[in-house]
Every structure is written in C-alpha cells, then in structure tokens.
C-alpha cells in the first residue's frame, strides 16, 4: 500500500518523508491556504523533497478553465497530479487530460457512481472521502469497498487513493480492503508508530539492562 502524505505543510512534509515511508503529497486549496505561500512556489519545494505523485489541485469549474490550470500545473514537474473536482466539467477535462497523458486525481468523490464515472473517464485516481462521509453517519469504509469491488470487476486501472482519513484504523480497514493509496494528514502518521506496550516494553527492555551492568 502506498501512504501519501495530505498537507501543504512543508515542515510536515520534510519530517514524514525522513521517515522513508512516504510516496507521495496530496494538497487541496483549504491545505495550500492554511500556509500563506504562493501555490506555485510551495509545488516546486515539494516536488524537490518527495520524488513521487503530488496532487495539485485546480480551482477552475468550467471545462476550458480546467484544463488551462492543469496545463499549467503539469508543466510544473513530472510528478504532478491534477487534481480535479468530481464534476461534469471536471470529468469531462479528466478524459482529455488523459488523451494528453497528463495524470488526474478525481477528489471529492462520495458514491460508486461517481468513482465509476471517474474511472471511465481516465482517472489515475479515484479520491474517496470517508471521513466526510463518517461525520455524516454513512461509513466512509463501505464506499472503499464497494469501489474496489467494481475496478477489480472491470479491471480499471484507475487507483483507489483514500481520503480525508482521520485515524489509523480508517488506514488499517483501507489495507485490509485493499485500496492503492492512503492519504494522512501528519498527525495520524504519527500515531501509526505508537502502542503504550511498545514504550512500557522498551523502558523495561533498557532498564533491566542497565541494571545488569550490561556494557
Ligand atoms: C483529499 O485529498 C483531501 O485533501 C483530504 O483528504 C480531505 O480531508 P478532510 O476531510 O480531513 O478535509
């Protein structure tokens, strides 16, 4: 499974991705204007920190605006990923972006429906939210399933890049599922590393150790 890493933060970045776990970056326009950067500019910092997809989403609604903006953004780095709303003009550039080969993350995606749509259109990926879709008292986890269930029916190769994660069990019930990608936000990259036995088991470890004059 591959684990993105969803912030704009390029300290968060630069931590996550000394960790040598880290295979990509997903940012959206509330992410890209929490840190008062230009977006250009914060793209090509992140682009020289993690050598792999990084999603760059566009704020155009309309088919021509779209691709202009995903033009632009592509140009950028070979690792870009056009990120584009789930929307009749959104898929509609999707579809032409593919034929250009520029690669596309379809986001706010909340029903089978749209993930398969996507997926017709060309997608690279397929964003799901379940944390969304959670607060709401749907399970989020249920849309992953079922959308991993038709893109292994049809054998689509669009991948399924789990989204607006909220805890490390929305990544353990995504792994056992199957989906590609899951995307963190740095806190719960954290909270993968711990277990209060892995602590209370170390300190044990190393104070037992200490007092059997071990050098
Ligand atoms: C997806 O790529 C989005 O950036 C993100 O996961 C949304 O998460 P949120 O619902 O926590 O804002």
């Not at 989403?57 to 070979?78: F, R, S, W």
């Not at 959104?90 to 972006?97: D, E, I, P, Q, S």
Request: proline share 4%; hydrophobic share 45%; with cysteine.
């Amino acid at each position: 499974m591959k684990f993105f890493i969803d912030t704009a933060n390029i300290d968060q970045i630069k931590e996550a991705a000394s960790y040598g776990l880290l295979d990509g970056v997903t940012t959206n326009p509330s992410l890209v204007a929490k840190e008062g950067k230009n977006f250009r500019e914060l793209l090509e910092e992140i682009v020289k920190i993690v050598d792999g997809p990084i999603s760059a989403e566009v704020v155009a609604t309309d088919y021509k605006g779209i691709l202009k903006e995903a033009n632009e953004l592509a140009k950028i780095h070979d690792n870009i990923v056009v990120k584009v709303p789930l929307i009749k003009e959104g898929l509609k550039a999707v579809k032409t972006l593919a034929e250009e080969e520029i690669k596309t993350n379809v986001t706010l995606c909340f029903t089978p429906s749209q993930a398969l749509l996507a997926a017709k259109a060309g997608a690279a990926y397929i964003s799901p939210f379940v944390g969304r879709l959670d607060d709401i008292s749907h399970d989020g986890m249920d849309l992953i399933a079922q959308i991993v269930q038709i893109y292994k029916n049809y054998n689509y190769k669009t991948q399924v890049l789990v989204a607006s994660i909220r805890h490390p069990l929305h990544l353990v019930e995504a792994a056992m599922i199957g989906a590609d990608v899951c995307t963190m936000p740095f806190d719960v990259i954290e909270k993968l590393f711990k277990h209060p036995l892995t602590d209370i088991g170390l300190e044990k470890f190393l104070s037992d150790w200490k007092k059997a004059n071990q050098k």
